[in-house]
């Protein structure tokens, strides 16, 4: 797998969220405002785009949202290895803390990565999510 970084949302990032969350999850507010600063990152296949996510700086952490991964490459860690590559990014330009609004079906797989669940459940467009952070870089050597 190849992994990309874009300051843009790109075409094939737009259609797999579209795939993902929009087609399948039925999310209808799946683009904003924030497609048109943050740091979008695609993992390739030769040159097919199976995944996508994106992370940008909110405050004094980082928030990594729209992780989606194509139907027939599920299954295959490229989720796992989407999250890690956004850390990297976010730890070589000094991130210290990242959270994720989590659906409460993925709540597992975030926890096996070294989130923790901070906050009480809540619902975006009708679908359980939780707060999740992890600490990436420690102030202290």
């Known amino acids: 797998m190849q992994y990309r970084q874009f300051d843009r949302l790109p075409k094939q990032a737009k259609e797999i ?8 999850q039925g999310f209808r507010e799946e683009f904003d405002s924030v497609d048109n600063f ?3 990152i695609m993992a390739f296949d030769g040159e097919k785009a199976v995944a996508t996510c994106r992370f940008f700086k909110q405050d004094d952490y980082y928030l990594i949202d729209r992780i989606a991964v194509t139907k027939e490459y599920r299954g295959r860690n490229i989720g796992r290895e989407m999250l890690q590559e956004a850390e990297e990014h976010i730890k070589t330009i000094g991130g210290r803390e990242i959270r994720i609004h989590a ?7 975030y926890a096996k990565l070294g989130y923790i669940s901070t906050g009480e459940y809540d ?14 870089c420690s102030l202290y050597f």
Not at 17 to 24: A, I, L, N
Not at 103 to 109: D, H, P, T, Y
Not at 123 to 136: A, L, N, P, R, T
């Open 17 to 24: 969220r579209e795939k993902v969350f929009v087609e399948e």
């Open 38 to 40: 943050a740091t979008h």
């Open 103 to 109: 659906q409460l079906s993925a709540e597992g797989f």
């Open 123 to 136: 619902f975006d467009e009708g679908c359980k999510h939780i707060w999740m952070s992890k600490i990436i």
